[in-house]
């Protein structure tokens, strides 16, 4: 498989990391069938362009950006769905292993496409090995191609309920019509794996009821 890196803005280790309050690094990894959008949606990510033919290449760019006043260094894996699957389904372990947040993208006209989906949500549940501390990894499902309503397929139910069965974000959107709805999916996944960091850490919701119960506990003994 080629991987095709391209610098965008400034370079990265390709490792999620947090170097203090500054600098957040995100691996945030798109999968899905061919055809359904996701060089489209990364493309308008990065440049906020719809270019309309983007060829097939499987690419990870590097993007540095300021998200809520901090500086944050995304790099995005705009995957290609493979001809033959192994072990793990269709998704290598590589790419598992690499990415710290999934963004599934079907074509809301192309319910092959939703299926697909369907199949990579069970794939990273089940074979995507989770940080110790870390309760489940962020996912957001994306129904592509909302401009097309009149070729839908899929309707917007079926991807809602498909996403709260599996525990997974979800929008629906256009890459051809909406720079927006496209900025609030890359913005979603983040917010997912920050939660999912600070809950890694202990300071997150049980971290804190932990430690509450600690003092209370140990002053209960006193
Ligand atoms: N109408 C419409 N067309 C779209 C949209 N997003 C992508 N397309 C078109 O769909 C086709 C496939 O888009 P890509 O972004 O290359 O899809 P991909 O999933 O990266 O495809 P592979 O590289 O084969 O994996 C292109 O002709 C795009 O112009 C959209 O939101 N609306």
Known sequence: ?????????????????DNGPQK???NIL?????????????????????????GSI??????????????ICFNIWDSLYPQNCDLHGCISEKQLRWADGFILVYSICDRASFN??????????QFKKLPSGMDKV?????GNKRDLQHRRTVSSEEGRLLAMSADCGFFETSAAET?????????EVLDLIREARTVKKGVGIKGIVRTMSAVFGKRRNE
């Open 1 to 17: 498989m080629v991987v095709q890196v391209k610098q965008n803005v400034q370079s990265s280790s390709g490792k999620m990391s």
């Open 24 to 26: 957040l690094e995100a």
């Open 30 to 54: 798109l999968l899905g069938a061919e055809n359904v959008g996701k060089s489209a949606l990364t493309v308008r990510f990065l440049t906020r362009r719809f270019i309309g033919e983007y």
């Open 58 to 71: 499987e690419s990870i760019y590097n993007h540095s950006d300021r998200v809520d006043g901090r500086e």
């Open 116 to 125: 697909v989906v369907r199949q990579q949500v069970q794939q990273i549940r």
């Open 138 to 142: 962020p996912i957001i499902i994306v």
């Open 179 to 187: 720079y927006h709805g496209v900025l609030l999916v890359f913005h």
